[in-house]
């Protein structure tokens, strides 16, 4: 792959009006940046779990913070890329003027990676997944082929979010958001379809197959399969950016959160902190620490320095395998990649979260309470597309938006109009929706 391919403003639907010669001091990937803060779906974030069920007295995180956090991170693990590519790509006598792009598609790209995550977290997903797998939705197997099956079984957020972006709903204009063809290519971590998924996660839904196709043949991404096959692409290089700026995130910032909820003691996440650094640096970030005698001030000096630590650390991962990741033949993530030290901090973050955060009877009822909601939502809801001529088909049915086709022929397309409506809720709207089909909420009389 070539940087001066892989990085392309040609917006997705509105390739006829691209003039790849415009010059504008906004440019079009600065402007995918805005047009997603300033969307419905990015804001409706701030109403959906990240991991902790959504704030009461103390404010954790939601998809709305973390999204926000992620693109701060990837934009400073780009602009260190950037500068270290220009450098060394200005020595071989080649354009370099594609990089001082990297930072603004990287923090669009982290923008938008949650957009397609259902409420109440990935226990959303699994619960979405499940429904069909083990759930009602299995009875559904012999009206779909194994690759839709495979979509439904596996829902995947990702695979999701670039539906979100590119799908023409209803009312709505071509190419869904618009996005350059970068930007859109940054937030697919897994470029593949889902029957060929090793690990039950995928890029695009059949439904935009084509539509991936599109993008990534026009950016020169690397095809691993042969024609006929299902479709499997190497990643762009930049979503190893935006992946390990989301790693980085929900890792450290669980924790900072589940310190502030008095999950974890301080010293455990002093402990787990500091493993990311040598004897003299703790020495040093020590003395600063005794400066301050608030635990949560503690805390956040320390998240910050391991932050600044591993992006650095990724973006050094990235600079040191750049061919590789150009040529498709890059293992594992960016994280895998830092120092022993850094890996051996990482390693223990990530299992103080699982045994401690994870498990926690917090996490624990917010799953069980959005894995109810959820299946219970995806049984009445699929049931009134499957059957709409039923007196209380059609009267769930006008409560879906408009700009969702519940009326479509096929019904592989009514069924993703039911995802489509599900993964778009709040956590807030579903368990409101949930209350009042069960007829324990109802409106003043």
């Known amino acids: 792959m070539t940087w001066d391919k892989l990085v392309n403003d040609k917006r997705f639907g509105l390739e006829d009006y691209h003039d790849p010669k415009k010059s504008t001091i906004r440019t079009d990937f600065r402007r ?12 409706r974030l701030q109403n959906k779990t990240q991991v902790f069920p959504l704030p009461g007295s103390i404010f954790v995180h939601n998809r709305l913070t973390h999204s926000m956090e ?21 020595a071989k006598a080649c354009p370099t003027e594609h990089f001082a792009h990297l930072s603004d598609i990287v923090a669009a790209a982290c923008l938008a ?22 759930g009602a939705g299995k009875s559904l197997r012999e009206r779909f082929s194994d690759a839709q099956w495979t979509d439904l079984t596996r829902f995947e957020g990702n695979a999701n979010a670039f539906r979100l972006l590119t799908h023409q709903f209803n009312g709505r204009r071509q190419g869904g958001f618009a996005m350059t ?10 470029p593949y379809e889902s029957i060929i998924s090793p690990k039950g996660k995928f890029g695009f839904f059949q439904t935009e197959k084509d539509d991936f196709k599109r993008v990534a043949d026009e950016l020169g991404m690397l095809r691993l399969s042969a024609e006929g096959e299902p479709l499997h692409y190497a990643r762009h290089p930049l979503v ?14 669980d924790i900072e959160d589940a310190h502030k909820l008095k999950i ?79 890996r051996d901090g990482y390693k223990k973050c990530s299992d103080i979260s699982w045994n401690k955060i994870y498990r926690s009877a917090e996490v624990v009822d917010i799953e069980l309470a ?16 499957i059957q709409p001529e039923l007196n209380y088909s059609r009267l769930l049915l006008a409560k879906f938006p408009e700009q969702y086709d519940v009326g479509a022929p096929d019904i592989f397309a009514r069924i993703q109009a039911v995802l489509d409506h599900v993964s778009a809720m709040t956590d807030v709207y579903a368990l409101d929706l949930y209350r009042k089909l069960n007829g324990t909420s109802l409106p003043a009389v």
């Open 181 to 190: 063809y970068s930007t859109l290519a940054s937030i697919v971590k897994y």
């Open 370 to 385: 959005g894995n109810r909601i959820i299946t219970f939502l995806m049984e009445r809801l699929c049931q009134a597309v």
């Open 240 to 253: 190893y950016i935006v992946e390990a700026a989301d790693d980085i995130c929900y890792e450290v910032m």
């Open 32 to 43: 995918d940046y805005d047009r997603l803060v300033f969307s419905s779906p990015f804001r």
């Open 113 to 134: 990676h949650d957009l397609g995550n259902p409420p109440f977290g990935h226990s959303g997903e699994r619960a979405i997944g499940t429904f069909f797998s083990e």
């Open 70 to 90: 992620v693109a701060c991170v990837g934009k400073s693990m780009a602009d260190t890329v950037a500068v270290a590519l220009a450098d060394k790509y200005a």
């Open 264 to 342: 974890l003691s301080t010293e455990t996440v002093i402990d787990a902190f500091m493993s990311f650094f040598t004897a003299e640096r703790r020495s040093q970030m020590e003395r600063h620490m005794g400066r301050v005698s608030d635990p949560n001030e503690k805390i956040a000096y320390l998240r910050s320095c391991v932050v600044g630590t591993l992006v650095q650390q990724c973006a050094q991962a990235f600079i040191d395998g750049e061919l590789k990741i150009l040529d498709g033949t890059f293992e594992g993530s960016l994280l895998d990649h830092i120092t022993a030290l850094g």
